[in-house]
């Protein structure tokens, strides 16, 4: 192969080959750098799980079991059960410290620095609440008046998102972390009489289904959860699941672009040199010797591109780990190389080149010498579409400027998937900040109370019923396209202090109204009738979905407490949560959940820091996406009409004349892909929230400020601007004499 | 005197070699004259003519149209000389393919101040009925009728035509000859013409021959002939 030629080639075309290498190398790259990240970090959290034996699911029950019940259970319906030992204790007013006792079977520590448990008085903190806190390994801290020493910092695999409550939306590790203990240590401690106890088991789905008939039957079960629907362990695999899909969409978008581009490249190249192929032609080359001609050049390239997105992902993929460290602990991650990337990374690009080549070439070189050198196929050619499109009503510029985007139509529909895509990232980045930012504010402004508590007893809910608003509150599941999903349901008193949605005390029978964010991810519609599962009572009910709420701020029906009751068919009192403004000093044993407005909203503010960075990253990555390939396109195009160029600059147009010809009015491409590319990234967002936050107890909805779209349009001006500038340097470089050289 | 070449010289730099494609070149032309340059080929016939529509610039000596300099012109203000001077034919046609006909000569009506009337003189050129095709629909000779009306739309004060008829065959060169001729009349224009037909000498007015770089000869044409009449 003559190097020298393609090297002559590459260099004539410097910057247009570059961007080539460039787009391919940031699809590559996106692809490469979120699977390698995002596969790494699953693989470790399914290695936690395995090594570090997680459990299959958990239960909470009134009073506890006794070990012979244990035993006869677990002979039973051959399963494991093991009590998971449990304590809350207060550092200060805002601190809270989980006490686990780690020397268990199930759910056991890992250790991600510093050293195992080896005496009572040593102590294992989780390492978000540590950094967090200021706590070194070495350090000491008391709790229940005993001193341990910090030793290591670890994680076991039901804590891996670390939330206080399992309906949190997202780990508070300012406040709340989890600390592990030997089991003499935990004994020092524990010396509170607990009402309830948790158990973790593990064992096979159809014994589980039987357990959990069998625990309803003999007990007073609080709570029955597999471990799918727990979010501590599961929330991992669908947060890094989302980038990875989007990551893919996106590469793959590109990779078409990229393909599109080959394609186009290629045929203009064909077109020019058509006369000359059909001199090679007629003197005896054949087919193949000129296929090998034309085909190096862009196959090189991609090679080039492909290779250096490869690497650049690689060494991309360990930070990008951050999107999921920054939410979740875990070991420490191995990054690990798959043949399906190496496959979708190298083989993929390579083989699409090598293809779209093949075709477009084939097609060209399939012609007969003799009209090869006619020029029959050479850029003078009209297509039938050119001669329907006359513009006759237009002003000449204008007609020109139409006329010429009809003849480049495949590269207008590049560019404008180009745009699209560009812009639909731009557009994603501006979605998902918004959108969080939105959220915080709202739960500022709307969330109705400052606490609420869910009490185990209703005795000491009465006990405490001065001391705020009562209200019923129950969680439960429905089935949205095959898969049960976590909301709560609340009834609401007449006349309530804090709950104030409209329309609530008119609603009758099994009526509920649904907060906004379930329209959204489960595509719930006012009218539809819903079937409540309660997989602790194992019984299901019937709601009717009457309005949407006022209230946005978690996976809520709302109802007045009559039609609650009716729903439930509960004919007694049936308030067991307080909501209040201040809080109440009750033992952390004696209530199931507690809520409370500041906690929400802190965690919520951690995801900011992130989605902060991602949206840089996206629109970073939008603006060079965008400048490439509206660059390669239109550099494409003024190649192909340079001697054109030549000639009406040989009439004496002026260069802005020139411009006006040959550049203005892209824009509009532009603007027809950004009004296209808001739609898209409110679909790729959703798709995104959905996967992310499928099994969480909330939802974001996806929103976008005004102010934004209009910067994006700005960012989307400017570096058209940017671009156009370069272009019109190619322009003004087109040489007077390039006409005159033409022998056509 | 309308046209004005004085000790015009153009060197070409080949790698470290010097090359005088003009070699101190000296001649003039009046308005209305049909000039007809001949000589061999690499003598310099494209160099002098590229330098005096504007395309090139000279390395010294000077190239006055109608008392104005244009060698050391920049390239604004050379662009600006051929918009309101020049009108060029080449031997290639160059049209804009994805322009219909009357397109074509539309884009140079946009130049000159007082543009000549579009249908005139594309029924002028002989192509009335063909105004709403595609270059590529037209015979070559046709093609050039369509270069030459787009060069003539803007009125150009000169007309510089580079082997206008080197593609054509002989009926269709007559006819675009005798286009040329019928437009010096009508409009006045002034028309240099590069050509390798020693035959068309006669019609010109002028008849100036190159060598090397050099005028080796500079002669009124006492005796012309019309277009028609000439023959070879
Ligand atoms: N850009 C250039 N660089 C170097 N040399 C050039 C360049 N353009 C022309 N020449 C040289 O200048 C000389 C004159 O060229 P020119 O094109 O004027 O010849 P010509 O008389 O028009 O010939 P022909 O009848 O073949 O068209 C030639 O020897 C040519 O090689
Ligand atoms: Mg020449």
Redesign the interface.
């Known amino acids: 192969m003559n190097f020298k030629r393609i090297w002559r080639e590459f260099k004539d075309h410097l910057l247009k080959n570059i961007s080539f290498i460039l787009l391919v190398m940031i699809s590559i790259m996106i692809i490469v750098g979120f699977n390698r990240a995002m596969d790494s970090y699953i693989t470790a959290a399914n290695n936690l799980h395995k090594d570090y034996h997680v459990e299959n699911g958990q239960f909470r029950i009134y009073g506890s079991l006794t070990k012979k019940q244990e035993l006869s259970m677990e002979r039973r319906f051959h399963i494991t059960i093991e009590e998971n030992k449990n304590v809350d204790y207060e550092l200060d007013d805002t601190h809270t410290l989980r006490i686990i006792c780690a020397d268990k079977e199930m759910n056991q520590v890992a250790i991600i620095s510093g050293a195992p448990l080896s005496s009572e008085q040593e102590v294992i903190l989780d390492p978000k609440f540590a950094a967090e806190n200021h706590y070194e390994i070495g350090d000491e801290i008391i709790l229940y008046d005993n001193t341990f020493h910090i030793v290591g910092y670890g994680i076991s695999p039901d804590y891996v998102n670390t939330l206080k409550n399992l309906s949190d939306f997202l780990s508070s590790p300012q406040t709340f972390g989890v600390a592990y203990l030997t089991a003499s240590g935990f004994e020092k401690i524990d010396n509170t009489d607990t009402k309830t106890t948790l158990y973790s088991y593990q064992g096979d789905s159809y014994n589980i289904s039987r357990l959990r008939d069998y625990l309803d039957d003999r007990t007073q079960l609080l709570d029955f959860r597999e471990k799918d629907s727990n979010s501590r362990i599961q929330a991992v695999f669908d947060d890094a699941n989302g980038p990875k899909q989007m990551s893919v969409i996106i590469g793959v978008l590109l990779v078409i672009i990229v393909a599109f581009i080959i394609s186009i490249s290629i045929r203009s190249t064909i077109r020019a040199e058509s006369q000359t192929i059909g001199i090679l032609y007629a003197q005896g080359f054949n087919k193949n010797e000129l296929m090998r001609y034309y085909i190096m050049l862009p196959s090189l390239l991609v090679l080039i591109g492909s290779l250096l997105g490869y690497g650049v992902g690689m060494v991309i993929s360990r930070p990008l780990l951050f999107i999921e460290e920054a939410q979740y602990s875990l070991p420490y991650v191995e990054l690990i190389d798959s043949w399906y990337l190496i496959a979708v990374g190298m083989v993929l690009p390579m083989g699409i080149a090598l293809l779209i080549t093949t075709l477009s070439l084939s097609q060209a070189l399939n012609k007969t010498p003799l009209s090869l050198l006619n020029g029959n196929h050479s850029?003078?050619?009209?297509s039938k579409i050119?001669?329907i499109f006359?513009f006759k009503s237009f002003n000449?510029f204008t007609?020109?400027r139409l006329?010429?985007i009809?003849?480049e139509r495949g590269s207008v529909i590049a560019l404008l998937f180009g745009v699209l895509l560009s812009m639909a990232i731009l557009c994603t980045a501006a979605y998902t900040r918004d959108s969080c930012y939105k959220y915080v504010a709202d739960l500022e402004k709307n969330v109705p109370f400052t606490y609420v508590y869910t009490f185990i007893d209703q005795k000491d809910l009465n006990k405490y019923s001065k001391k705020g608003e009562q209200t019923a509150l129950r969680n439960i599941k429905i089935d949205v396209k095959g898969s049960k999903k976590s909301l709560m349901i609340q009834g609401i008193t007449p006349h309530s202090q804090f709950f104030k949605i409209p329309g609530i005390h008119s609603l009758k029978n099994n009526e509920v109204l649904v907060a906004p964010c379930l329209i959204t991810k489960f595509g719930l519609r006012i009218g539809d009738r819903l079937t409540l599962i309660d997989d602790v009572e194992n019984k299901t009910y019937n709601v009717m979905i009457k309005g949407i709420s006022s209230y946005d701020y978690g996976q809520y029906l709302y109802t007045n407490i009559k039609t609650y009751n009716h729903i439930f068919n509960i004919h007694k009192q049936s308030y067991n949560a307080l909501v209040t403004n201040q809080p109440i000093d009750i033992a952390e044993e004696k209530v199931s959940s507690t809520m409370n407005k500041s906690e929400m909203i802190n965690g919520i503010k951690n995801l900011l820091t992130m989605v902060n960075i991602m949206a840089d990253i996206l629109l970073i990555g939008a603006v060079g996406i965008l400048m490439t390939v509206v660059y390669m396109l239109m550099r494409m195009i003024i190649d192909k009409a340079k001697?054109?160029i030549s000639?009406?600059?040989?009439?004496?147009?002026?260069?802005d004349e020139v411009s006006k010809m040959y550049l203005k009015g892209n824009f509009v491409i532009l603007i027809a892909g950004f009004i296209f590319a808001l739609p898209a990234g409110y679909m790729i967002t959703k798709m995104l929230y959905d996967s992310i936050m499928a099994n969480m107890q909330q939802y974001i909805l996806p929103y976008i400020k005004l102010s934004s779209i209009l910067g994006a349009f700005i960012i989307m001006s400017l570096s058209y601007m940017g671009t156009c500038a370069l272009l019109k340097r190619n322009l003004d470089h087109v040489l007077?004499?390039e006409?005159?050289k033409?022998?056509? | 005197m309308f046209l004005e070449v004085n000790s015009l010289v153009k060197k070409y730099m080949s790698g470290e070699t010097e090359f005088l494609a003009l070699n101190n070149l000296s001649f003039g032309m009046q308005s209305g004259e049909i000039g007809v340059i001949l000589g061999p080929s690499g003598s310099g016939k494209s160099t002098l003519m590229n330098i005096i529509g504007g395309l090139e610039n000279a390395t010294s000596g000077s190239v006055k149209i109608q008392e104005n300099e244009i060698v050391g012109l920049n390239s604004k203000a050379l662009g600006l000389y051929r918009r309101n001077f020049v009108g060029f034919v080449f031997q290639f046609y160059n049209l804009i393919p994805n322009l219909t006909i009357r397109e074509n000569i539309e884009v140079c009506s946009h130049l000159g101040k007082d543009p000549l009337n579009i249908n005139h003189l594309i029924e002028k050129v002989g192509l009335k009925g063909h105004e709403d095709k595609f270059p590529s629909q037209l015979s070559g000779g046709q093609q050039q009728r369509v270069a030459i009306a787009r060069a003539l739309i803007k009125n150009p004060k000169l007309l510089l035509c580079d082997e206008p008829t080197g593609a054509l065959d002989y009926k269709t060169s007559k006819e675009v000859l005798e286009l040329f001729e019928e437009i010096n009349q009508n409009y006045h224009t002034t028309i240099i013409m590069i050509t390798h037909n020693d035959a068309i000498k006669y019609m010109a007015h002028r008849i100036i021959s190159i060598k090397d770089g050099q005028i080796r000869s500079n002669k009124v044409n006492e005796h012309r002939l019309m277009a028609h009449d000439i023959d070879w």
Do not use: S, W, Y
């Not at chain 1, 850029?379 to 009209?382: A, D, E, S």
């Not at chain 1, 000639?647 to 260069?655: A, C, D, E, L, Q």
């Open positions: 850029n003078n050619k009209v050119e001669k006359t000449f007609k020109f006329k010429d009809v003849r001697i054109n000639m009406v600059k040989i009439f004496g147009f002026t260069p007077l004499t006409a005159l033409n022998r056509e």
